[in-house]
């Protein structure tokens, strides 16, 4: 078993474990409660889940569409890095880290986008304005957006530290050495 596990990049694939998991948890809550009754949209990278998406008329965006598959792709990548030795080894978990990025910040951007329309804060309490009602709102980052941004951050240790983190081959044995080269010149 050592001698299957003895070539990959351990980092990287963490990085892939955290990339796979951040699927699993939100990404942001934005919860509102009014004297009528309440509501909430939970944002995952592939959908939007809970009650406001009804009042929005949608759960999913043109961004989560183009979003999923880079973040597929990233998977994939960290992956197929893993064992692979030299720059290549070092190149494609860097370039997964730039695409997580790049996912972050448009992720960020949009909802920054939707709490302003909403008129209040990325995260916290606020009274915001729903048509023309006026309600208490709460916005929440979840696990999700924090798994990805740790799959970055791991994926980019993974091709700055790629020659040392590396699962060393298994050295074959001095003693079998011997025994296998014949004697005698």
């Known amino acids: 078993m050592r001698g299957v596990l003895s070539r990959f990049n351990i980092l990287s694939l963490i990085a892939a474990g955290l990339i796979t998991a951040s699927f699993k948890y939100p990404w942001w809550t934005l919860a509102f409660a009014s004297g009528s009754g309440g509501g909430r949209a939970i944002l995952y990278p592939y959908v ?55 996912v972050l910040y448009a992720f960020l951007r949009r909802i920054g986008h939707v709490a302003r329309g909403y008129g209040v804060p990325l995260e916290g309490h606020a009274f915001g304005q729903i048509d023309i009602a006026v309600v208490e709102m709460i916005t929440s ?45």
């Open 48 to 102: 939007i889940a809970g009650e406001l998406p009804e009042l929005l008329g949608y759960r999913r965006t043109a961004q989560m569409s183009i979003m999923v598959p880079v973040l597929v792709a990233c998977v994939v990548l960290c992956l197929l890095a893993s064992p692979l030795r030299g720059k290549l080894g070092r190149i494609i978990p860097a370039l997964v880290a730039l695409l997580i990025a790049g």
């Open 141 to 185: 980052f979840g696990r999700g957006i924090y798994l990805l941004g740790a799959g970055g951050i791991v994926a980019l240790l993974a091709s700055l530290l790629h020659p040392w983190v590396r699962i060393p081959a298994p050295r074959p044995r001095a003693g079998r050495d011997q025994a296998d080269t014949p004697s005698g010149s």
